[in-house]
Protein backbone atom coordinates (compact mmCIF):
# COMPACT_ATOMS: atom_id res chain seq x y z
CA UNK A 1 0.00 0.00 0.00
CA UNK A 2 1.14 3.63 0.43
CA UNK A 3 2.34 4.73 3.14
CA UNK A 4 0.69 8.21 4.89
CA UNK A 5 2.18 10.33 7.68
CA UNK A 6 1.73 13.29 9.95
CA UNK A 7 3.29 15.83 10.91
CA UNK A 8 6.74 14.31 12.03
CA UNK A 9 9.96 16.06 13.96
CA UNK A 10 13.75 16.13 13.16
CA UNK A 11 16.50 18.34 14.31
CA UNK A 12 20.30 19.07 13.33
CA UNK A 13 23.67 20.05 12.47
CA UNK A 14 25.26 20.79 9.41
CA UNK A 15 28.50 21.92 7.89
CA UNK A 16 28.32 23.73 4.41
CA UNK A 17 31.80 23.39 2.62
CA UNK A 18 32.37 25.88 -0.20
CA UNK A 19 34.00 24.18 -2.99
CA UNK A 20 34.36 26.51 -6.10
CA UNK A 21 32.14 29.92 -6.76
CA UNK A 22 28.56 29.11 -5.62
CA UNK A 23 28.97 25.61 -5.06
CA UNK A 24 28.59 24.31 -1.68
CA UNK A 25 28.55 20.74 0.21
CA UNK A 26 26.94 20.31 2.72
CA UNK A 27 26.87 17.42 5.53
CA UNK A 28 25.67 16.93 8.98
CA UNK A 29 23.42 14.75 11.16
CA UNK A 30 19.73 15.24 11.91
CA UNK A 31 18.06 13.20 14.38
CA UNK A 32 14.50 11.93 13.53
CA UNK A 33 11.18 10.45 14.38
CA UNK A 34 8.32 9.55 11.69
CA UNK A 35 4.99 7.92 12.53
CA UNK A 36 4.03 6.23 9.18
CA UNK A 37 0.58 4.11 8.49
CA UNK A 38 0.41 2.03 5.24
CA UNK A 39 -2.83 0.33 4.11
CA UNK A 40 -2.12 -3.03 2.01
CA UNK A 41 -5.62 -4.47 0.01
CA UNK A 42 -5.97 -8.13 -0.74
CA UNK A 43 -8.35 -8.70 -4.48
CA UNK A 44 -11.35 -6.35 -4.79
CA UNK A 45 -11.85 -6.07 -1.05
CA UNK A 46 -13.62 -3.52 0.53
CA UNK A 47 -11.51 -3.14 3.93
CA UNK A 48 -7.78 -3.22 3.70
CA UNK A 49 -6.28 -6.71 4.65
CA UNK A 50 -3.53 -5.32 6.69
CA UNK A 51 -2.70 -2.16 8.10
CA UNK A 52 0.82 -0.87 9.48
CA UNK A 53 1.51 1.81 11.92
CA UNK A 54 4.86 2.38 12.49
CA UNK A 55 6.83 5.06 14.86
CA UNK A 56 10.97 4.83 13.34
CA UNK A 57 14.03 6.88 15.48
CA UNK A 58 16.55 8.06 13.35
CA UNK A 59 19.73 9.62 12.69
CA UNK A 60 20.18 10.84 8.92
CA UNK A 61 23.17 12.04 7.65
CA UNK A 62 22.92 13.83 4.45
CA UNK A 63 25.63 14.90 1.95
CA UNK A 64 24.38 17.42 -0.47
CA UNK A 65 25.57 19.24 -3.18
CA UNK A 66 24.31 23.03 -3.26
CA UNK A 67 24.31 25.41 -6.55
CA UNK A 68 23.39 29.03 -6.02
CA UNK A 69 21.24 30.51 -8.49
CA UNK A 70 20.85 34.18 -7.55
CA UNK A 71 22.27 36.23 -4.87
CA UNK A 72 22.76 40.02 -3.90
CA UNK A 73 24.45 41.40 -1.02
CA UNK A 74 21.79 40.46 1.55
CA UNK A 75 20.06 36.74 0.21
CA UNK A 76 20.44 33.93 -1.87
CA UNK A 77 18.23 31.72 -3.73
CA UNK A 78 19.72 28.17 -4.74
CA UNK A 79 19.02 24.67 -5.16
CA UNK A 80 20.67 21.58 -3.64
CA UNK A 81 20.55 18.02 -4.07
CA UNK A 82 22.37 14.71 -2.47
CA UNK A 83 21.95 11.13 -0.71
CA UNK A 84 21.53 10.60 2.59
CA UNK A 85 22.57 7.82 4.51
CA UNK A 86 19.90 6.51 7.41
CA UNK A 87 20.60 4.48 10.97
CA UNK A 88 17.51 3.33 12.26
CA UNK A 89 17.76 3.64 16.09
CA UNK A 90 14.15 2.12 17.42
CA UNK A 91 11.19 0.81 15.24
CA UNK A 92 7.86 0.01 16.83
CA UNK A 93 5.02 -1.56 14.52
CA UNK A 94 1.51 -1.93 15.42
CA UNK A 95 -0.13 -4.37 12.44
CA UNK A 96 -3.79 -4.77 12.36
CA UNK A 97 -4.72 -7.73 10.10
CA UNK A 98 -8.49 -8.47 8.95
CA UNK A 99 -10.16 -10.46 7.29
CA UNK A 100 -13.57 -12.58 6.96
CA UNK A 101 -14.62 -16.02 7.68
CA UNK A 102 -17.89 -17.43 6.84
CA UNK A 103 -19.54 -18.87 10.07
CA UNK A 104 -22.62 -21.34 11.00
CA UNK A 105 -25.44 -20.31 13.16
CA UNK A 106 -27.90 -23.53 13.94
CA UNK A 107 -31.22 -22.39 15.05
CA UNK A 108 -33.36 -24.64 16.28
CA UNK A 109 -37.18 -23.69 15.64
CA UNK A 110 -40.12 -26.42 16.63
CA UNK A 111 -37.74 -29.62 16.85
CA UNK A 112 -35.98 -28.90 13.22
CA UNK A 113 -32.66 -27.23 12.93
CA UNK A 114 -31.72 -25.49 10.33
CA UNK A 115 -28.74 -23.53 9.59
CA UNK A 116 -27.31 -20.51 8.51
CA UNK A 117 -24.08 -18.93 7.62
CA UNK A 118 -23.38 -15.10 7.88
CA UNK A 119 -19.57 -13.56 7.26
CA UNK A 120 -18.00 -12.05 9.88
CA UNK A 121 -15.07 -9.44 9.98
CA UNK A 122 -12.80 -10.92 11.80
CA UNK A 123 -9.80 -8.55 13.44
CA UNK A 124 -6.25 -9.09 14.75
CA UNK A 125 -3.66 -6.79 16.43
CA UNK A 126 0.26 -7.68 16.73
CA UNK A 127 2.86 -5.34 18.58
CA UNK A 128 6.29 -5.99 17.25
CA UNK A 129 9.18 -3.64 18.98
CA UNK A 130 12.34 -5.34 17.40
CA UNK A 131 16.03 -4.78 19.38
CA UNK A 132 17.70 -1.91 17.98
CA UNK A 133 19.32 -3.57 15.07
CA UNK A 134 21.58 -0.56 13.87
CA UNK A 135 19.94 -1.31 10.75
CA UNK A 136 22.21 1.62 8.15
CA UNK A 137 20.41 2.27 4.96
CA UNK A 138 23.71 3.48 3.00
CA UNK A 139 22.56 6.01 0.46
CA UNK A 140 18.76 5.09 1.14
CA UNK A 141 17.37 8.46 -0.29
CA UNK A 142 17.83 11.16 -2.34
CA UNK A 143 17.39 14.74 -1.26
CA UNK A 144 16.25 17.59 -3.49
CA UNK A 145 15.44 21.00 -2.17
CA UNK A 146 15.18 24.48 -3.23
CA UNK A 147 16.48 27.02 -0.32
CA UNK A 148 16.21 31.03 0.37
CA UNK A 149 19.10 32.67 2.59
CA UNK A 150 18.70 35.63 4.21
CA UNK A 151 21.57 37.86 6.20
CA UNK A 152 20.00 39.13 9.67
CA UNK A 153 23.33 40.68 10.64
CA UNK A 154 26.56 40.74 9.49
CA UNK A 155 27.68 36.92 10.74
CA UNK A 156 24.06 35.75 11.21
CA UNK A 157 21.66 34.15 8.40
CA UNK A 158 18.59 32.40 8.01
CA UNK A 159 17.62 29.99 5.82
CA UNK A 160 14.27 28.74 5.08
CA UNK A 161 14.71 25.53 2.57
CA UNK A 162 11.48 23.25 1.25
CA UNK A 163 12.43 19.93 0.81
CA UNK A 164 11.24 16.40 -0.29
CA UNK A 165 13.45 13.16 0.64
CA UNK A 166 12.60 9.93 -1.91
CA UNK A 167 13.01 6.67 -0.72
CA UNK A 168 15.89 4.19 -3.08
CA UNK A 169 14.96 1.26 -0.84
CA UNK A 170 12.55 0.06 1.61
CA UNK A 171 13.22 0.77 5.51
CA UNK A 172 12.96 -1.30 8.56
CA UNK A 173 12.05 -4.87 9.28
CA UNK A 174 9.29 -4.30 7.56
CA UNK A 175 10.47 -2.35 4.20
CA UNK A 176 8.47 0.58 4.05
CA UNK A 177 9.04 3.01 1.41
CA UNK A 178 7.73 6.05 2.50
CA UNK A 179 8.45 9.80 0.77
CA UNK A 180 9.21 12.92 3.55
CA UNK A 181 8.65 16.43 2.80
CA UNK A 182 8.76 19.90 4.98
CA UNK A 183 10.83 23.08 5.11
CA UNK A 184 13.86 23.43 7.37
CA UNK A 185 14.59 26.08 9.46
CA UNK A 186 18.30 26.94 9.71
CA UNK A 187 20.37 29.70 11.29
CA UNK A 188 24.10 30.03 9.72
CA UNK A 189 27.04 32.04 11.00
Known sequence: GNPEGGVNF????????????????????????????????EGKAAIPSTHTAATLTNIDIPVNIRLNVFSNNNSKYYISGGLSTVAFLTEEYKITTYRQELREVVNVMDENKFSTFRLEN????????????????????????????????????????????????????????????????????
Request: charged share 20%; hydrophobic share 40%; no cysteine.
Open 122 to 189: VTSVENITPPPSAAIDFAGRINLMIGYEQRVTNRLNLHIEPYVKLPLSGVGIRDIRYTTGGVTFKISF
Open 10 to 41: SAGVSIDVGVAKGVEISTGVQYGKQSIEARAW
